[in-house]
């Protein structure tokens, strides 16, 4: 195959770009998505803040343009993210908790139903556990009003609102073994044992020389398919350039292949002008949409 979504799929596997809605109308990268990439994520479309942007208020335009054009071309959409601390509207972190608990369940469930049948996999939960060694949860308005248990209530509420939707948990800084990956770890161990809906687990796998692809990557993800969860590999992007480059996205390819539950990789972005890491060169093509080497070394992995 001479592209990375036909070589995915060869593979048994998707492969995806995060996608801006503003950017849709710019032939070159609408003609790169359209060509190489058989999976999309809205980089910011369905984050809370743009969807329900005052309480019960919900405007979905930006994202169901991203969604229709996926489903037009045959692309699968992952949602993201329901529950998130971050680019949450001011409205949500002013709740006590009776009303926090509703909101929550209430925003899962409208955006849930208004994509019910569309989203192959959703990540319900984003970022709740913090950096460092303490295996802690991050301090949010939903940890700090609901406790531990916002994650697991999340999640039932996400399985009623579209039983076919696959529901993942994702994080980042979690791609090798460590105390933050232990304890998602530790969770996802525990939902299973108690029958608290899980699917998936995405590894958002940020990258850069000061945090390379670690050396048991592969072995981490595997050991969270050993749970019997499917692994993702969901916001792809590394820094840097040229051969250094290509064979850290090679790595992440490989372990990917290496472990039959990992069923996709997404790219954080399409060329790097539009990287949210906005000093670097991140991505798989320039900002002209040249190939770059990183580019081939995934193409050769599949
Ligand atoms: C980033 C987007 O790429 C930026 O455009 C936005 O300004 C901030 O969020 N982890 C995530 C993603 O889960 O949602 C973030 O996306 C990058 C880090």
Redesign the pocket.
Known sequence: ADTLGAAAAGKGRYFGA?V?ANHLGEAQYVNTLNTEFNSVTP??EM?WDALEPSRGSFGFGNADRIVNHAQGRGMSVRG??LV?H??LPGWVSGLGASDLRSAMNNHINQVMAHYRGKIHSW?VV??AFQDGNSGARRSSPFQDRLGNGFIEEAFRTARAADPNAKLCY?D?NTDGVNAKSNAVYAMVRDFKSRGVPIDCVGF?S?FNSASPVPSDYRANLQRFADLGVDVQI??LDIEGSGAAQATGYGTVVTACLAVSRCTGITV??IPDKYS?RSGGTPLLFDDNYTKKPAYHAVLSAL
């Open positions: 995060a801006a980089e910011n984050k993201h993210t998130w971050s680019q990540d984003n970022e994702n980042y958002q940020h969901t916001e954080w972005g949210w």
